[in-house]
Structure formats: structure tokens, C-alpha cells
């Protein structure tokens, strides 16, 4: 079974440049998860979506940050315009609608931005 | 305060030494319980749940205390490839909302 893909894998940006991140998710698995990793913490998540409703965006800087999944398979998320804070790895993961807190999140390998 | 609370380590051990994670969680409407290992520049997987009356899978026991709101891991007989960040995850509920420690980091010695 083909795992969750994610591109590119590294990116380098200016500050106030725009960048752009896709995500596309293990077949069939109905929600879809951005989380930011900064060096040395936990991944925190920005945004959740099943099918293509937005469940839970309350982390999402939505003043820079935006996204999307427009047919309920991929998603791509976009930053608009960059501070060098947002340097992180950006990950993606999705898992099956299944019984409330049973279902495990499977993530994709990241995309590391540096913001320079 | 966090909402998952983790000692970052690391924790240098050598081979076939025992080691303890623990890990306290503040939100008391926490549905369920998880370790996530990483490692190194890759992404999070899971290890195992945690459930009240404590699991075991090979060498890793993992054990859950609602009343004080902790979480612990034990790993046994330590090898070189567990060496690695091992993450607390808390799911909120309703939502699969996962909230993730810090990480622990391990590192066994030859």
C-alpha cells in the first residue's frame, strides 16, 4: 500500500516570498492533517479536514497560512508571505474515519523549509 | 503549561539496559493515549497505545494512569535501533486531534 506522499521534500526561500506544499494521502483515508515540526518540538497541528470540510483550523496562522483540498484527495498548503519563524518541517498525514480516537494517523516523510 | 509534558533527555544508555519514559498530560478529557517514535530527519510512527490496564509488545510496555494523568514507557533489553525521539501523543477525542509531547531522546550505546 502506498504511503502518504508528500512534495518537494526541501525548500529555501527568501522571507516574503511565497511558497507551496502538496500532500497526497493514503488511498481512502477520508481525513487529512497539516502539523508543523519546529526543530526540537512536537509536531503541532495547523489544520484538519475530512473529505473536503475543514475540521479544525484553530492553529492556522490564517493571516499567512492557507489550505486546501478542493476534491477531498490532495491538499496543498500555501504561506503567504514567509517569516523566518515558519522555518520547520512541514508534515502531512491521513488516517480512516473509523471510531472516534481509535485510528491511527499514518504521515507522510515532511517537507523541510528554511526561510532565510 | 504544556499539554503533554515530556523530559526532552536525552537519555544515553548502553546496550541491553532498561529505560523509562514518562510523560504527564493536563487536559482530564483526554480520550486516548499513544507513543509515537521518530527518527532522525523522518516522520513519526506509531509504537503503541496505552491503555489503563498497561500492554505490553515485546520488549516495550506501555502503561496509563488516569487518576494522575501520566503516561509511561518502558523499553527492556535496549538495542542500538531503538535509539530515537520517542513522542507522548494525547487524542482529545471526537475529532482524532492528536497533541504531541516534545519527545524523549534515546540514544543506546554500543
Known amino acids: 500500500e502506498a504511503g502518504v506522499a508528500q512534495s518537494p521534500r526541501y525548500k529555501i526561500i527568501e522571507k516574503r516570498q511565497s511558497v507551496a506544499f502538496w500532500c497526497n494521502p493514503i488511498?481512502?483515508?477520508?481525513?487529512l492533517y497539516w502539523y508543523q515540526q519546529i526543530l526540537g518540538q512536537g509536531p503541532k497541528l495547523l489544520i484538519q479536514?475530512?473529505?473536503?470540510?475543514?475540521?479544525?483550523d484553530s492553529q492556522l496562522p490564517k493571516d499567512r497560512f492557507s489550505a486546501e483540498r478542493l476534491k477531498g484527495v490532495d491538499s496543498t498548503l500555501k504561506i503567504q508571505p514567509a517569516k523566518l519563524e515558519d522555518s520547520a518541517v512541514y508534515l502531512c498525514?491521513?488516517?480512516?474515519?473509523?471510531?472516534?480516537?481509535?485510528?491511527?494517523?499514518?504521515f507522510g516523510p515532511g517537507t523541510r523549509l528554511t526561510v532565510t | 503549561r504544556k499539554e503533554v509534558e515530556q523530559d526532552p533527555g536525552p537519555f544515553n544508555v548502553p546496550e541491553g539496559a532498561t529505560v523509562a519514559f514518562n510523560c504527564t498530560y493536563s487536559n482530564s478529557a483526554s480520550q486516548s493515549f499513544f507513543w509515537y517514535r521518530q527518527d532522525c530527519r523522518k516522520e513519526p510512527k506509531l509504537l503503541m497505545s496505552?491503555?489503563?490496564s498497561g500492554n505490553e509488545d515485546g520488549r516495550f510496555t506501555a502503561q496509563l494512569n488516569r487518576a494522575s494523568q501520566y503516561i509511561s514507557l518502558l523499553i527492556r533489553d535496549s538495542k542500538l535501533s531503538d535509539s530515537a525521539t520517542y513522542l507522548c501523543?494525547?487524542?482529545?477525542?471526537?475529532?482524532?486531534?492528536?497533541?504531541f509531547g516534545t519527545g524523549t531522546l534515546l540514544a543506546v550505546q554500543p
Open positions: 498525514a491521513s488516517s480512516p474515519v473509523g471510531r472516534q480516537g481509535e485510528y491511527e494517523q499514518y
Open positions: 479536514f475530512q473529505n473536503n470540510g475543514v475540521v479544525d
Open positions: 496505552v491503555y489503563s
Open positions: 488511498s481512502g483515508h477520508a481525513t
Open positions: 501523543v494525547v487524542n482529545r477525542g471526537a475529532t482524532n486531534k492528536l497533541i
